[in-house]
């Protein structure tokens, strides 16, 4: 498991070789270019005032990533201010003539570094990375003092609304990695730093695919910051499980302070190549040399494959049509905020494939490099977005932010293979044309025969919400994405396509914001409205849709939670979530993610129970049984909901309830393939505890979700709604709820926070109301 976190935070494009090193950040003698990270030994205060004295701060150490502060779990009234973040930063004598270069992957929202109290940076824009220069600002074998003051309060030039008229909230802080790369004077550069139009670190295309031959090309820029010239090797190696494949080697002499770009070109024989399906994954490694010296060694995963469209827009990837499946994510995670951890959000990726996605618009702003790396190697493809909802400044200032941010994320994710195109564009707002056009070159500049996407004319690809199709009708002309469905429009109650057909329902059991805690009906209501959603966009044009939204989150406008996830904002699954599950084909096959054959029974099964069954499944045949009894054995039924799915639900009617346990046995080829149970529940006399960790096993640092179930006495959850569950903690772990914690659907979910030495630290729950003794769980 170690080397599987590793590969999560080192991986990236512009990243020196990744090596473990100690939290005291003193490294061994360094030959070859190396990185340091930097997220440990931080002290951190806040204040609402841009000049408060420092010297009489109270300063609180802590680790990053990291929030200013923990939010309850309805967040209406974020905290937005001035953060100011400082620690010791301690140069090696053996540093001396190095490059060195300091990284932040993520500060909202406007950052201000200094170094010994001298201004050395300034960057605007919370999302994206950006990389300082402290060559000729440090002294090897001296300690300096490094404070970073971040401003998180509405900004006019970045956007998006104010806070208080936003429907998602931006919070906070130093909430991703801060790393230091120490090169070599010849070293490839940061693509950040580089600020060179389709150029920097290294950039990875592919001018010929097919099934038979690929071609890679490898754009690497070099630098010579020494004052002679320096002849070098640069060696680029192409490994598939390990063995190498490929290789090719280029000489090139450097002019003493220039900067070249050199490419060089690879052939594979009988590619294995990537899509949703086979997540097929190559390792590239590029290695620097000077005379027979290693200088620098880069290590990246990269996919082979090809985004195309026909004639009548439709999606080929490699060749193959393909529909995606797809939903929108929202980052933030309860408490933190976006302060996660490379785990938790690699997790969320989980949770998306297992749900029978093979697609994820990334809304609205770029999302981590973990999640990213997380979609290359389950196999999601993505939307990659900038920031913008609702917004649109004509200040010069405001045009030229919103530009580079486009630069800034082509050069940040160009190399991810699941990047289907980018969104360089402010959501839901009036742009004019010539912006929009300025994005939609910018582009093509940044990546040349990249899609551009937009939800206005003027892009490559079309993204239209269904709402704003069923208010105008309008069919497009272009490859058309549907990039959000399933919320709004039954929200507003406008759908004007199934609304009569639930007239006898009241108006919030017929929108699709539901909480886990609305309980049965509610909650088979919205998993009625995604599926007619979702069938009606497959009678679209479209390549692609994408449900609003994966998972419950925070709005700053709004009091409540947006509550139409298919999962909650504790990532639990609704009804909705096991409706898309179905939808995926029986035959993929995975060790990473839930997939192959499954059925679901959409009910509790307690006395207020609908009769009328709702049985989601991707088999041929289900049968239900009542108390081992046989109920009935059929295919999926047919309706006006269901007329475009490929594995539409199965709808089973019983007469009267009966107390006990239901069961659906899924076959396919006349051979059971998947099994479901639930219970009539009893009264709650015990908990069971466990660890949400979609197969990723806690490190130091992490986020992750412990979970309290309620049962009774035959081991069936008991859907009881807001029952207070007490938790406590020992050892070097933190639960970070701040309310007291309540269960929804019988589940009580508390956010933990692991120190270093989480080894040996345990989560004990009881519940004081219902006399059930404290359970224990221990983290190893």
Not at 76 to 95: C, D, H, M, S, V
Not at 273 to 286: G, I
Not at 636 to 665: C, I, M, N, V, W
Request: charged content about 20%; proline content about 5%.
């Amino acid at each position: 498991m170690l080397t599987r976190v590793m590969q999560i935070l080192c991986f990236s494009a512009m990243m020196a070789a990744c090596t473990p090193q100690t939290s005291t950040e003193q490294p061994a003698a360094v030959s070859a270019a190396t990185e340091l990270q930097l997220n440990q030994h931080w002290q951190f205060f806040k204040s609402q005032m841009a000049d408060a004295d420092l010297t009489q701060a109270s300063w609180q150490a802590v680790t990053l990533p990291h929030t200013p502060q923990i939010e309850p779990l309805l967040v209406n009234n974020q905290w937005q201010g001035f953060a100011w973040y400082k620690r010791e930063l301690t140069i090696a004598p053996e540093w001396q003539g190095k490059t060195l270069l300091l990284r932040f992957e993520g500060a909202m929202n406007h950052a201000e570094v200094y170094l010994d109290h001298q201004k050395i940076g300034d960057h605007l824009g919370g999302y994206l990375p950006f990389t300082l220069d402290l060559t000729d600002k440090v002294k090897a074998g001296q300690r300096h003092q490094l404070l970073v003051k971040l401003d998180n309060r509405d900004n006019a030039i970045t956007g998006p609304k104010p806070l208080h008229l936003l429907d998602f909230n931006t919070y906070g802080g130093l909430y991703r990695d801060v790393r230091l790369l120490v090169k070599n004077p010849v070293h490839i550069t940061d693509e950040q730093l580089a600020n060179r139009v389709a150029g920097g670190g290294i950039f990875v295309r592919y001018p010929k695919i097919s099934t038979e031959q690929a071609e890679v090309s490898i754009q690497t820029e070099l630098a010579n910051s020494g004052a002679t010239d320096a002849t070098i090797s640069v060696r680029q190696q192409l490994f598939w499980q390990d063995r190498l494949i490929g290789s090719t080697t280029q000489d090139q002499t450097l002019a003493a302070r220039s900067t070249e770009q050199l490419t060089q070109l690879l052939q594979v024989q009988q590619p294995a190549l990537w899509s949703p399906d086979h997540p097929n994954l190559y390792r590239l490694e590029t290695s620097l040399w000077q005379q027979g010296q290693l200088l620098e060694q880069q290590s990246q995963k990269i996919g082979l494959r090809q985004f195309s469209f026909t004639a009548d827009h439709r999606l080929l990837i490699n060749g193959n049509a393909t529909f995606l499946r797809g939903v929108n994510r929202h980052q933030e995670h309860p408490h933190v905020g976006y302060a996660s951890s490379a785990n938790a959000d690699y997790r969320d990726a989980v949770r998306i494939k297992s749900a029978g996605f093979d697609y994820v618009r990334l809304s609205h702003y770029p999302h981590s490099k973990a999640f990213m790396q997380a979609a290359d190697e389950l196999g999601l493809v993505l939307m990659n977005a900038i920031l913008g909802w609702q917004y649109y400044n004509p200040d010069p200032a405001f045009r030229a932010h919103t530009i580079q941010s486009c630069r800034d994320l082509i050069r940040r994710d160009r190399n991810h293979a699941s990047v289907l195109a980018w969104e360089c564009s402010l959501n839901e707002s009036d742009m004019p044309k010539d912006f929009i056009a300025t994005l939609h070159q910018t582009v093509k500049q940044e990546y040349p025969g990249a899609y551009s996407a937009g939800w206005q004319h003027g892009y490559d690809m079309y993204l239209q919400a269904r709402q704003h199709r069923q208010m105008h009708y309008e069919t497009p002309t272009q490859p058309y994405n549907v990039s959000e469905y399933g919320d709004w429009e039954y929200y507003a109650q406008n759908a004007g396509l199934a609304q009569d057909s639930w007239a006898d329902l009241k108006e919030e059991e017929r929108t699709s914001r539901q909480l886990l805690s609305h309980g049965e009906k509610r909650l088979l209501q919205q998993a009625r409205n995604v599926q007619e959603a979702h069938n009606d966009n497959l009678s679209t044009p479209a390549y692609a849709d994408g449900y609003w939204v994966m998972f419950d989150y925070n709005r700053g406008y709004a009091n409540d939670l947006e509550a139409s996830g298919l999962m909650s904002i504790y990532r639990l699954p609704k009804y909705s979530y096991f409706f898309y599950q179905s939808q995926r084909s029986p035959a993929i096959q995975s060790s990473t993610y839930q997939a192959g054959p499954m059925v679901y029974i959409a009910s509790d099964w307690t006395a207020s129970s609908a009769l009328d069954l709702r049985v989601f499944s991707n088999a041929e045949e289900v049968e239900l049984l009542l108390n081992g009894q046989p109920v009935a054995r059929q295919k999926p039924s047919q309706d006006k909901y269901s007329t475009h799915l490929q594995h539409p639900p199965f709808e089973f009617k019983l007469p009267a309830f009966t107390p006990g346990t239901l069961t659906a046995r899924a076959y396919s080829g006349g051979k059971q393939v998947a099994e479901h149970q639930v219970s009539t529940p009893g009264q709650a006399s015990a908990i069971r505890l466990e660890l949400d960790t979609q197969g990723i096993a806690p490190v130091p640092h992490d986020l992750i979700f412990v979970r309290a179930y309620l049962k009774d006495a035959k081991g069936s959850t008991v859907p009881i709604q807001g029952q207070p569950v007490q938790f406590t903690s020992t050892g070097d772990v933190q639960i970070l709820n701040p309310d007291v914690t309540v269960t929804e659907q019988g589940i009580a979910t508390v956010v933990v926070r692991l120190g270093e030495h989480f080894s040996g630290a345990s989560i004990q729950a009881g519940v004081t109301e219902l006399s059930i003794p404290a359970q224990q769980i221990t983290f190893e």
